[in-house]
C-alpha cells in the first residue's frame, strides 16, 4: 500500500538475519554476552520490519504468492545405472520462497513475538552462564521456523521442520545440569520424531506419485483429481502425522507440558509462534490436500476436538501456573487443528494469529512473576497485584483474550470456530462450548491464586530462574520486573486486546481472512466454508465464559466452596487427571520398559550375544586354532622342512605313475 513491492533478496534476508546473528555469536561475540543479546535483537528487529514490507507487497496482491521463481538446489538423473534405487525417477529438487497472505502473516507473527521474547530475555537471563549460548540457539530456532513457513517445496519444508526440533531441543534442556531438563529435551525430541516419520513417508509417498516437491504443484494434482482417493488420504494423514508430533495434538501431546523445564522466554517462543504453531501451518498450507479427502478432515477435526477438551481438563487440576499455560496451549492447538479439520481454514489460522500474542503475552507474564517470586508454584504466591501492577495488568488482558471475552482478540477468532463448528459437527460444537467453560475456569484460578489474597512467601526457585529472582523470594517484598521484562508484555497487550479487530465477521472487515483466501487455489477457495457472526452462539459461549470465571472467583475468591471438598468428593477423577491420565507412565514405564525393554530389546540383546557375537567370536577362535596348528609347521629346521620336500615329490611321482599307467 506504501511501499514497493519487496524484491527476493530482502525476504530472503528475513531467514539469513538470525542465520547472521547465531554465526556472529558462535564465533566472535561469545565472550561478550551483553553483545550476544544485541546483535541477535537487532536481526529480529530487522527481520520485523522487512516482514513488515512483505505484509504490505502481499496486501497488494490480495494475498496471492508474489512472482518469486525457484532456484535447481539438487539435479540427479536416473540414467545412471548405481541409481537405479530411485526407481527410474529423476531427483529435481528446487528451492523458492512461497509468500502470499498465509506466509505473510506466519512471518510478522514469528518475527514480532520473537523480537519481543529478545528483548525480554536480556533481564530474565541476567546473570546466567550461558548468556549467550541462549541468544545463539534462540537465533537458530526462529531462523527454523522463518525458512519453514518461506519456502516452496515440501521437502525443504522437512529441512527446516528438523531443525525447528534440534532448536527446542537445545532450548528445552537449556539448562542441561539440570536432569529434569535433560530428560524433558529427550522426551520433545524423540516423541515428534514419531510425528515426523508419518510426515517423511508422505513426502516420499507424494513425490513418487507426482514427480515434484513443489508444493503449489501438488496442491494442483491434488485438487485435479490425478491422484487416487487412497493416495490422497494417506498422504494428507502423513502430513497429520508430522503436525500432530509438533503440535503436540493426542497421542503425542506429553512432551509439551514437560517442556517448561527450559527458560520462561523458551515457552513463551514454544508455545506461542513457533515449535506447535508449525503444525498448525502445515496443515493449513497443504489444507487444498486435505480438501481432497473427507476421512482425513474428519481425522482432523475429532483429534482436534479431544485434544482440547482433554487437555483442558488437566488444565483445571495444575498448581504449575506455566503448566496450565501449557495445557492452555494445547488445548487451543487443538481447537485450531479441529477448525481446519470443519474446513473452517480462514478461522484456525486467525486463531492462531490472536493466540500467538495473548499467550506469549501469559508466558512472558508468568515469567515476570517467577522473577519476583523465585516459583511458578501458584500455592505459594498471592496477593501480587500489590507488588507487581503492570504484570497483573497485562497478564490480566491476555487472560481475558484467551477465556474470549467481548470485544478482546481471542472473542473474535473462537467465535468464528464455534460457528463453523455447529454447522458442521454439532457434537464438536458442544466439545468447543464445554472447553470455553473450562478454559474460563482454569485461566482465572490461575489469576486469582496468583495475585490475589495474600502473599505466601515464594521459594528459591527449582526451575531455573536467575539468581536475583530467586533472591527476591528472601529479601522484602516482591516487586515489578525491570523495564526490559515489563516493555514487552504492555507492548504484547495491544494485541492481545485489539487484533480482533483485523477479521472481524462483517462485510469489509475480514481483511485478514481477504488475505488467507488469496494464499488458496482457486479451486480450494471455492470450496471454503464461509460463516456468518452468530449473535445466539456469540451470546452462549460468552455466558459460559462468564460462568466459568465466576466459579473460579466463587472458589478462590470467595470461597463459598472449598476447593478441598471439591477434590475429595472427586477423588478418583482428580488423581487420574491430576496425573496425566497415566500417558507418561503407559509410554515410559509400560511400552518403552515393560513391552520394548524387556521383551524386545532383551530379545534383540540376546540375539546379538548369542547369535551375532557368537559368530563373530567364533570366527575369530576358529582363525586363531587354526593359525596355530599351521604355526607349528614353521618350525625352521632345515632337515625337517628336506624331508617333508622330498616326501612330497614321492607322493606326486606315484601320483603321476599311476595317472600315465591308466
Known amino acids: 500500500m506504501f511501499l514497493p513491492e519487496i524484491p527476493e533478496a530482502a525476504v530472503w534476508a528475513i531467514l539469513f538475519l538470525p542465520v ?89 507473527v514469528v518475527t514480532s513475538v520473537s523480537l519481543l521474547v529478545q528483548f525480554y530475555s536480556q533481564g ?22 522463518l525458512g519453514l513457513v518461506m519456502v516452496d517445496s515440501i521437502l525443504i519444508v522437512y529441512v527446516f521442520w528438523e531443525l525447528v526440533g534440534l532448536g527446542s531441543y537445545l532450548l528445552i534442556g537449556f539448562w542441561f545440569h539440570k536432569k529434569s531438563a535433560g530428560d524433558a529435551a529427550k522426551k520433545a525430541f524423540l516423541t515428534t520424531r514419531f510425528g515426523d516419520v508419518g510426515f517423511l513417508i508422505g513426502i516420499l509417498l507424494i513425490w513418487t506419485k507426482t514427480d515434484t516437491f513443489n508444493i503449489p504443484l501438488i496442491q494442483e494434482i491434488a485438487q485435479s483429481g490425478a491422484l487416487t482417493d487412497t493416495v490422497i488420504t494417506v498422504f494428507a494423514l502423513c502430513i497429520f502425522a508430522g503436525a500432530v508430533g509438533k503440535s503436540a495434538q493426542f497421542p503425542l501431546h506429553v512432551w509439551l507440558p514437560d517442556a517448561m523445564e527450559g527458560p520462561t522466554p523458551v515457552s513463551a517462543l514454544i508455545h506461542a509462534a513457533t515449535m506447535v504453531a508449525a503444525g498448525v501451518y502445515l496443515i493449513a498450507r497443504m489444507f487444498p490436500v486435505f480438501q481432497a479427502s473427507e476421512e482425513a478432515l474428519r481425522t482432523v477435526a475429532y483429534v482436534g476436538g479431544f485434544t482440547a ?26 481447537y485450531m487443528v479441529m477448525a481446519l479439520g470443519l474446513g473452517a481454514y480462514v478461522a484456525a489460522i486467525f486463531h492462531l494469529f490472536t493466540h500467538a500474542f495473548f499467550k506469549a503475552l501469559l508466558f512472558l507474564g508468568s515469567g ?12 505459594k504466591m498471592g496477593g501480587l497485584r500489590k507488588y507487581m501492577p503492570i504484570t497483573y495488568a497485562t497478564f490480566l488482558i491476555g487472560s481475558i483474550s484467551l477465556v474470549g471475552i467481548f470485544p478482546f482478540a481471542g472473542f473474535w477468532s473462537k467465535d468464528e470456530i464455534l460457528v463453523s463448528a455447529w454447522n458442521e459437527d454439532k457434537l464438536l460444537f458442544f466439545v468447543g462450548m464445554a472447553v470455553v467453560f473450562m478454559t474460563a475456569f482454569y485461566t482465572f484460578r490461575a489469576v486469582f491464586l496468583t495475585f490475589h489474597g495474600e502473599y505466601k512467601g515464594g521459594e528459591v526457585s527449582d526451575h531455573g530462574a536467575p539468581a536475583h529472582g530467586a533472591a527476591n523470594a528472601h529479601h522484602g517484598k516482591p516487586h515489578e520486573s525491570p523495564f526490559t521484562m515489563w516493555a514487552p508484555l504492555v507492548i504484547l497487550a495491544i494485541p492481545a486486546f485489539a487484533f480482533g479487530l483485523w477479521n472481524m465477521p462483517f462485510d469489509g472487515m475480514d481483511r485478514l481472512g481477504h488475505l488467507l483466501e488469496g494464499a488458496l487455489p482457486h479451486e480450494s477457495e471455492e470450496q471454503l466454508h464461509h460463516f456468518e457472526f452468530n449473535f445466539a452462539i456469540a451470546a452462549a459461549s460468552l455466558a459460559l465464559a462468564v460462568v466459568g470465571i465466576g466459579l473460579a472467583y466463587a472458589i478462590y475468591m470467595a470461597k ?38 524387556r521383551n524386545v530389546l532383551r530379545g534383540l540383546q540376546w540375539f546379538d550375544t548369542n547369535v551375532i557375537d557368537f559368530t563373530v567370536n567364533g570366527a575369530a577362535q576358529a582363525t586363531r586354532w587354526s593359525g596355530d596348528r599351521l604355526r607349528q609347521l614353521q618350525s625352521g629346521s632345515f632337515q625337517a622342512y628336506g624331508t617333508v620336500g622330498f616326501a612330497g615329490l614321492i607322493v606326486a611321482s606315484v601320483l603321476m605313475l599311476v595317472l600315465v599307467e591308466r
Open 20 to 108: 547472521g546473528s547465531l554465526l556472529t555469536i558462535a564465533f566472535f561475540t561469545r565472550p561478550f554476552p551483553k553483545l550476544s543479546g544485541y546483535v541477535t535483537i537487532a536481526a529480529m528487529a530487522a527481520a520485523f520490519l522487512l516482514s513488515l514490507w512483505v505484509l504490505d507487497s502481499v496486501i497488494e496482491t490480495d494475498g496471492h504468492a508474489l512472482p518469486f521463481t525457484s532456484h535447481e538446489w539438487l539435479s540427479v538423473s536416473t540414467d545412471n545405472p548405481q541409481l537405479a534405487f530411485l526407481g527410474g525417477q529423476s531427483l529435481y529438487v528446487d528451492i523458492g520462497l512461497r509468500i502470499d497472505g498465509l506466509s505473510a502473516i506466519m512471518l510478522v
Open 368 to 379: 515476570s512473576v517467577n522473577h519476583a517470586t523465585g516459583t511458578f508454584d501458584m500455592r
Open 560 to 597: 463459598v466452596i472449598s476447593a478441598e471438598s471439591l477434590q475429595k468428593m472427586w477423588g478418583p477423577v482428580h488423581t487420574l487427571v491430576e496425573n496425566r491420565y497415566y500417558m507418561d507412565n503407559l509410554y515410559e514405564n509400560v511400552i518403552i520398559r515393560d513391552l520394548l525393554y
Open 309 to 334: 477438551i482433554f487437555a483442558a481438563t488437566m488444565g483445571i487440576v495444575s498448581a504449575d501456573v506455566k503448566r496450565v499455560l501449557a495445557y492452555s496451549t494445547l488445548s487451543q492447538l487443538g
Open 124 to 145: 530474565y537471563m541476567a546473570g546466567d552462564g550461558g548468556y549467550s549460548r541462549y541468544y545463539m540457539w534462540m537465533s537458530l530456532f526462529t531462523a527454523a521456523m
